[in-house]
């Protein structure tokens, strides 16, 4: 490029890196022939110079779920108002996947959001001691040096079992979620801690997908249940899809609930009786968090938003299946 514009191999570097003020006549031939060479500036070359990629990158395990969409967007839009372009990619739900996919992205952006992270403890730690800023969104764990913002997941679970168990219900199965999700093992030890109150629940595995929870309806009704609290609204939608198929009725004959309160919630027959989950707050809270590290400045260890119980016409008074 140089050769072509006729200039230093420095004049070149100082137009195209901004770094320093250039004759515009001299600017101009090599904006002209970087025009004619169809040059692109690589990405981690200018970052090396500038010390910065004004890149973010978020991982998450699923791409097919609305739940993240607004976590993801909110922080695309805080990033671009900084002029960062934001990178996504999936894990698949896959914990190795995901701690591989994270190591990999560190060197090509300028801080990395873990939403709904899968990865073991023992990675998360190896993450904290790198120089990218690690932002951990949607789970808490202790012991592990990075900021972390989640929803408070039990306390409102809790409230959930208390609505049920004023309904009547006695008897429930839960519709798991992954065992490698915080958020899962959160609500299964709310359900737990529930059984001192009254509500005897089951545990039946799922992935949290619609197709999953549709299977799952079988064996969860051999418990003989008045009401199905499904990990999140995708399943609670797949077990009334079956429980329809079945000729049972919701809620007359089983109650189902959800958690997330996705736009699709609304809009089923019965509506999702669910958790509203506060995802723009907490992903303005993600970047609010990032945006600190990157500027120097530290983060408090972790916080944790409020959600809150939206009673709709899936769940209501406990009726046992015949």
Not at 306 to 321: C, E, F, N, T, Y
Request: net charge negative.
């Amino acid at each position: 490029m140089a050769a072509r514009a006729g200039v230093s191999t420095a004049t070149v570097s100082r137009v195209l890196t901004g770094t320093a003020p250039v004759n515009e006549e001299l600017a101009e031939r090599v904006r002209t022939a970087a025009a004619e060479l169809s040059y692109k500036p690589n990405a981690a070359a200018r970052g090396l110079v500038l010390g910065t990629m004004r890149s973010l990158g978020i991982l998450m395990p699923d791409m097919s779920n609305p739940y993240f969409f607004e976590v993801v967007d909110e922080i695309n839009r805080a990033g671009a108002a900084q002029a960062f372009r934001t990178l996504v990619a999936s894990s698949y739900g896959d914990p190795d996947a995901e701690l591989e996919t994270a190591k990999d992205l560190l060197p090509q952006v300028d801080g990395l959001f873990l939403l709904s992270s899968r990865i073991p403890v023992e990675g998360l730690r190896t993450l904290a001691r790198a120089e990218v800023p690690v932002v951990l969104v949607n789970r808490i764990e202790v012991g592990v040096d990075l900021p972390m913002v989640a929803v408070d997941v039990f306390s409102v679970t809790m409230e959930l079992c208390g609505q049920l168990l004023r309904q009547g219900h006695r008897k429930a199965v839960y519709l798991s979620g992954s065992p490698d999700s915080w958020q899962n093992r959160e609500r299964w030890r709310a359900i737990c801690t529930a059984a001192a109150m009254g509500l005897e629940t089951e545990c039946v595995q799922t992935d949290g997908t619609i197709e999953s929870a549709y299977q799952a309806v079988d064996q969860a009704l051999k418990h003989q249940p008045t009401a199905l609290l499904a990990f999140n609204d995708l399943a609670a939608i797949g077990a009334v899809s079956r429980l329809r198929d079945l000729g049972l009725e919701v809620p007359a004959s089983v109650s189902v609930t959800g958690f997330d309160d996705i736009p699709l919630a609304r809009h089923t027959e019965p509506k999702l009786t669910t958790i509203l989950s506060p995802t723009a707050e907490l992903g303005r809270t993600a970047w609010n968090r990032m945006h600190a590290l990157l500027q120097g400045i530290p983060s408090p260890a972790a916080q944790m938003l409020p959600a809150h119980l939206v009673i709709r016409d899936s769940l209501g008074p406990a009726k046992p299946i015949q």
